[in-house]
């Protein structure tokens, strides 16, 4: 019997690829303006966000990677990605909400730090109810996980010197 992600190996090395090199990238940004990004009390936060963000794609490669999985495990642990990467920066948001100035910045926030998480989620839940084309709402996560940890970081790097 073929491999649950059989045909799907070179999606989860890439996105692994990517996934490594953003954050790097946002290790960059965030060194770079270190000082600046200390002056304001919510950026701390948001930085540690969009790395939570960025690596959800290189958790979700490294369980798609693990040979022999069946759905339920498979599910299981996209789930536990997913958990985890829906978790951190809710908490963090939660922490900043009274700091975060004005309220359409916090939504903003909440939509890059949150929504990316959610089609994780759902590819978790609907490998373990049996359904293998559950591992098509990877591809959307990876895609709004990219987008929103390059929009944040375009923040941390750019936007935060003017």
């Known amino acids: 019997m073929p491999s649950v992600t059989a045909g799907w190996e070179n999606f989860f090395v890439a996105q692994a690829g990517a996934s490594a090199a953003l954050s790097g990238l946002l290790f960059v940004a965030v060194s770079i303006n270190l000082t600046r990004i200390l002056q304001y009390p919510h950026l701390p936060g948001r930085a540690a966000e969009t790395l ?15 040979p022999g999985l069946d759905l339920r495990s498979l599910g299981i642990g996209l789930l536990l990605v997913w958990f985890v990467a829906w978790v951190v920066p809710t908490r963090l948001q939660l922490m900043d909400r009274k700091r975060e100035d004005p ?5 903003f926030r909440i939509l890059t730090g949150q929504l990316p998480t959610l ?10 109810l049996g359904f293998r084309g559950g591992l098509y709402f990877l591809v959307a996560g990876v895609f709004l996980a990219f987008s929103a940890g390059v929009v944040n970081a ?4 750019i936007e935060i010197l003017r």
């Open 154 to 157: 375009w923040v941390l790097l």
């Open 119 to 128: 089609p994780i989620g759902l590819a978790g839940l609907s490998l373990l």
């Open 103 to 107: 309220e359409r910045r916090f939504v």
């Open 52 to 66: 939570v963000v960025l690596l959800s794609p290189l958790g979700v490669a490294t369980i798609g990677l693990v």
